[in-house]
C-alpha cells in the first residue's frame, strides 16, 4: 500500500470535526482494503493521511466525494532534497495551513542542520506540529507543544532565510497566554 496526503475541499467542517470526518470517511471506504489515519481540518480543505493500493487510489477518491472534491493528492514517500527547496516547501505549506506537511519539509530541512541552526528548525517544526494538533481536534497538546518550540527557538537570530523568528516567538506566546491557537503565515 501507498501513503497519500488526501486535500478535499472544505465547505462545512469545523476543527471541531475530524473525528466525524474520519469515521465518515472509514464508512465510505468500508469494503476497500485502506486505511484512513487520522483527519485534519483546515479552513479551506479536509487533510485525509491514507494508505491504498496505487490501482484503488481513483476508486477511493469517488467513495470519498461526500466529503468534499478532490484539491490536491500528495504521495508521501521519503525523499531527499535540497536544503533551499526544503525551507521553500515547508514555507508554502504552513501558509496554506497543510501543517503536517508543513512539518515533513522542515524535517528535510533539519537533518541537513547542524548546532544552534538545528535547534531553531525544531523549533519551527514543533509550531507546524501544534497546528496540526489542533486540526485533530488536539488543541490542549498543541497549546502544550508552543513550550517546547520556544525553548528550542530561544534567542535565535530574528531571521531564518525569510523567515521572521521573532514573529514566530511573539505569536507563540500571545497563543500561550491566550490558551488559543491562531493560524499565521511565516
Not at 505549506?93 to 538545528?118: I, T
Amino acid at each position: 500500500m501507498e501513503r497519500y496526503m488526501l486535500h478535499l475541499e472544505n465547505t462545512r467542517y469545523g476543527s471541531e470535526h475530524p473525528r466525524e470526518v474520519v469515521y465518515k470517511a472509514r464508512d465510505l471506504a468500508s469494503y476497500m482494503n485502506v486505511s484512513i489515519r487520522v483527519a485534519r481540518i483546515a479552513k479551506k480543505f479536509v487533510e485525509l493521511d491514507v494508505s491504498v493500493e496505487k490501482e484503488e487510489l481513483d476508486e477511493l477518491l469517488k467513495k470519498l466525494e461526500p466529503i468534499g472534491s478532490v484539491v490536491d493528492i500528495r504521495h508521501v514517500f521519503e525523499e531527499e532534497i535540497e536544503k533551499e527547496k526544503g525551507i521553500e516547501d515547508g514555507i508554502f505549506y504552513f501558509n496554506n495551513e497543510r501543517f503536517w506537511e508543513s512539518h515533513e519539509a522542515f524535517e528535510g530541512v533539519w537533518k541537513k542542520c547542524f548546532g544552534r541552526e538545528k535547534e531553531l528548525v525544531q523549533g519551527i517544526i514543533l509550531i507546524a506540529v501544534a497546528f496540526a494538533h489542533a486540526q485533530k481536534n488536539d488543541l490542549a497538546i498543541g497549546i502544550g507543544m508552543l513550550s517546547r518550540a520556544l525553548e528550542k527557538l530561544g534567542t535565535s537570530p530574528s531571521m531564518y532565510h525569510s523567515i521572521d523568528v521573532d514573529r514566530i516567538r511573539k505569536k507563540a506566546i500571545e497563543m500561550q497566554q491566550e490558551n488559543q491557537l491562531t493560524t499565521f503565515e511565516i
